[in-house]
C-alpha cells in the first residue's frame, strides 16, 4: 500500500491522475459570483500535490501530457471540420492576421521586459512560453538552446541550464491560464455582452452551410404557370423546395408531378441568399403566417428519418432519386439542430434527419433506404479516429526547414493532429470515410483528453514552483502576467472595435491565438456553445507554428 500511495509504479501513477481529475473537476462545480474556474482546477491541484511529493514518471507523464492534448485537439478538430474552411472564408483571413499579431506582440512584450529589467533572455523564453500556454514552443526552444550550447560546455551542463527555461514556464502558466480567463470576463463587462444575443448572430453559420429560411410566395410568373414541380426544380437547381401549396383555401403536399398554376401561394424552403432568385422565379412575397400553413391533406403524412447507412456518407441527395422512385419530397434536412436546404447537391452525412412528405404507404418505404436505426448512430467509427491520429503525429513531426534558422520548425503532436482531424472532418463525407460520432461522444473524448492534459502539466510544473519563486521567480509572475494580459486585452478591443468581431470570435481568437486549451475549456463551459471551438480551430494551427517559430528565434538572438 505505501508503494501504491508514495511510489512511482503504474498503479500509483494511475491512482494520482485519477484523484487529481476527480477533485479539480469536483472543484469546478463551485462558482464564485457565478464564475467558476470549470476543469482549470485540476492544473491547480496537480500543481498542490506535485509540490508535496506526489510524482509521476517523467516518461510517463510526458506522454499522458501529449496524448490528453491529442485527444483534445482532435476532437475538435472533427466537430470543427465540416464548417472550417466555410468559416475561414467568412473572416478567417481577418482572424489570422489577428492572431499573429497577439503572436508578435507577446514577443515584444517579452523583448521589451529583456531589456527594461535586465533578466536574462533565455529565462524570459521560458516565461513566454509559459504565459501563452504554449508546450511545444517550450519544447522547441529547450531543444534550440541545448544544440546552440552543448558544443561549448558539454550535454549535462546544457541539459541542466535549459532548466532555467522550464522553470520560467511553470511559474507563468497558471497566470497563463487565469490572464486570458479574465480578459474575457472583462471583455465581457466593457462591452456589456448579451450572450443570447451573440449566439444567435453566429447561427445561421453554425453548420458551415446555409440554413434554410421559410418564405412565402404568391406564383405570378408565366413563364412557371402549367409546369410540373420537377420541371420548376430544374430551372434554378439546388436552390429551394417547395415544401407546401395552397389553392383555393385547400393546403397540398406537392410531388414532382404537382402542377403549378397562377395565385398559387407556395410555402418555399431556400437559403437567404437565394431569396432574391426564388423570388423572380415565381412571383411576389407574402407575410409568412405559420398558423395558415398548419393544414394537411389527408392522404398525406409527414415523417422524419436518420440517416444511419454509412454507405450514404458522402452521396449526394439527389443520387438517392427519392422523389421520382417513390413519389414522395424531401422538405427539409436537419443537421446538428439546424435546418438545411434539402437542394439535390446536399452532401449527406451519418446523422442527417430527413423531413419527407408524402402518401404514407410510400413515406415508410424511405426508411429501408436511409436506415434509421438508433443502433447505427451508437456504433462508434474508431478506424478514421486512430488512423487520423496516427496521420497527424507523422504529419506534425515532418521538419520544416527554413532559410538561415539552424533548428528545423515543426507543427508538433497538437498541431498536426488538429489540422489532419480538420482535413478529415471536412473531406471524409465527401470521400465516403464515416467520421460522425454523437455528441455525447466526442464530449468524452474531449472532455478526457483535457482532463488528463491538465493533470499531466500541473503535476509536472509544481515540483518546483515554489523553490522558483523563493528564488528570485516571483518576478516572473509579474513579468508573464504582463505577457498574457498586455497583447490579449489590446487584441481583444481591436477586434471588437476595429473588426467588429462577435464575442465568441473573440473567445476563439484569444484561446487559439495564445494555443490555450484550459481557457478553451472554460470559455465552453462558461458561455455555452461550441462556435468558440470553431474559431480556435481557425487560428491554431498557424498561431501553434508561429509560437514555436518565435520561441526557437528568440533563443537565437540569446545567443547572438
Not at 413563364?223 to 383555401?249: H, M, P, W, Y
Request: aromatic share 10%; proline share 4%; with cysteine.
Amino acid at each position: 500500500m505505501r508503494e501504491l500511495f508514495f511510489g512511482l509504479g503504474i498503479g500509483h501513477s494511475i491512482l494520482l491522475l485519477a484523484v487529481v481529475i476527480a477533485t479539480g473537476i469536483w472543484l469546478g462545480r463551485f462558482k464564485i459570483k457565478g464564475v467558476t474556474l470549470g476543469s482549470t482546477w485540476i492544473l491547480f491541484i496537480g500543481i498542490l500535490l506535485s509540490h508535496f511529493g506526489f510524482r509521476i514518471p517523467g516518461e510517463l507523464l510526458h506522454f499522458l501530457k501529449e496524448f490528453g492534448l491529442i485527444l483534445f485537439v482532435f476532437s475538435i478538430g472533427l466537430q470543427v471540420g465540416p464548417g472550417f474552411f466555410h468559416s475561414f472564408k467568412k473572416g478567417g483571413l481577418t482572424m489570422n492576421l489577428l492572431a499573429v499579431s497577439l503572436v508578435l506582440l507577446a514577443v515584444l512584450t517579452t523583448y521589451l521586459i529583456h531589456l527594461v529589467t535586465g533578466e536574462d533572455l533565455t529565462t524570459m523564453v521560458g516565461v513566454m512560453s509559459g504565459a501563452v500556454t504554449n508546450t511545444p514552443g517550450l519544447g522547441a526552444a529547450q531543444q534550440t538552446y541545448y544544440d546552440a550550447t552543448v558544443a561549448t560546455q558539454g550535454a549535462e551542463a546544457a541539459s541542466n541550464l535549459s532548466g532555467a527555461l522550464a522553470s520560467g514556464y511553470a511559474v507563468a502558466y497558471p497566470l497563463g491560464v487565469l490572464g486570458v480567463i479574465m480578459v474575457l470576463m472583462l471583455v465581457k463587462a466593457i462591452f456589456k455582452i448579451d450572450l443570447k444575443k451573440e449566439q444567435a448572430a453566429l447561427d445561421q453559420d453554425n453548420s458551415g452551410i446555409e440554413s434554410a429560411v421559410r418564405l412565402v410566395f404568391e406564383v405570378e410568373n408565366p413563364a412557371v404557370c402549367g409546369k410540373e414541380v420537377q420541371e420548376v426544380d430544374k430551372e434554378i437547381t439546388s436552390r429551394f423546395v417547395i415544401s407546401r401549396l395552397r389553392r383555393n383555401g385547400e393546403i397540398i403536399f406537392p410531388t414532382a408531378h404537382t402542377v403549378i398554376e397562377k395565385g398559387d401561394h407556395l410555402l418555399v424552403i431556400t437559403s437567404k441568399s437565394s431569396e432574391d432568385v426564388v423570388q423572380m422565379l415565381f412571383g411576389k412575397e407574402l407575410p409568412l403566417d405559420k398558423d395558415e400553413w398548419k393544414g394537411i391533406d389527408t392522404s398525406m403524412t409527414v415523417k422524419t428519418f436518420t440517416v444511419t447507412k454509412s454507405s450514404l456518407t458522402g452521396k449526394k441527395l439527389r443520387e438517392l432519386n427519392i422523389r421520382a422512385t417513390y413519389g414522395v419530397s424531401i422538405t427539409r434536412v436537419s443537421r446538428a439542430g439546424v435546418d438545411l436546404v434539402a437542394n439535390p447537391n446536399l452532401v449527406l452525412q451519418l446523422g442527417d434527419v430527413l423531413r419527407v412528405v408524402g402518401p404514407q404507404n410510400s413515406v415508410a418505404k424511405i426508411k429501408s433506404v436511409v436506415g434509421d436505426s438508433a443502433s447505427g448512430l451508437n456504433h462508434p467509427y474508431l478506424i478514421p479516429i486512430f488512423f487520423g491520429i496516427a496521420l497527424g503525429v507523422i504529419f506534425g513531426s515532418i521538419p520544416i526547414k527554413f532559410p538561415g534558422i539552424p533548428q528545423a520548425i515543426k507543427l508538433g503532436l497538437a498541431g498536426g493532429p488538429l489540422i489532419i482531424a480538420i482535413l478529415i472532418g471536412y473531406f471524409g463525407p465527401k470521400l465516403k470515410i464515416t467520421t460522425y460520432t454523437t455528441t455525447s461522444a466526442n464530449l468524452m473524448i474531449r472532455e478526457i483528453g483535457i482532463s488528463i492534459f491538465l493533470a499531466a502539466v500541473g503535476l509536472g510544473a509544481g515540483e518546483n514552483f515554489v523553490s522558483s519563486i523563493l528564488g528570485g521567480g516571483y518576478w516572473w509572475i509579474l513579468y508573464g502576467a504582463l505577457i498574457t494580459v498586455i497583447p490579449t486585452f489590446l487584441i481583444a478591443l481591436i477586434g471588437r472595435l476595429a473588426f467588429k468581431l462577435n464575442f465568441y470570435q473573440i473567445c476563439g481568437l484569444l484561446t487559439g491565438g495564445c494555443t490555450n486549451p484550459p481557457v478553451l475549456a472554460f470559455a465552453q463551459e462558461a458561455y455555452g456553445t461550441d462556435y468558440t471551438s470553431v474559431n480556435y480551430a481557425t487560428v491554431y494551427p498557424l498561431s501553434m507554428f508561429m509560437r514555436v517559430l518565435v520561441a526557437q528565434l528568440l533563443i537565437l538572438v540569446a545567443f547572438a
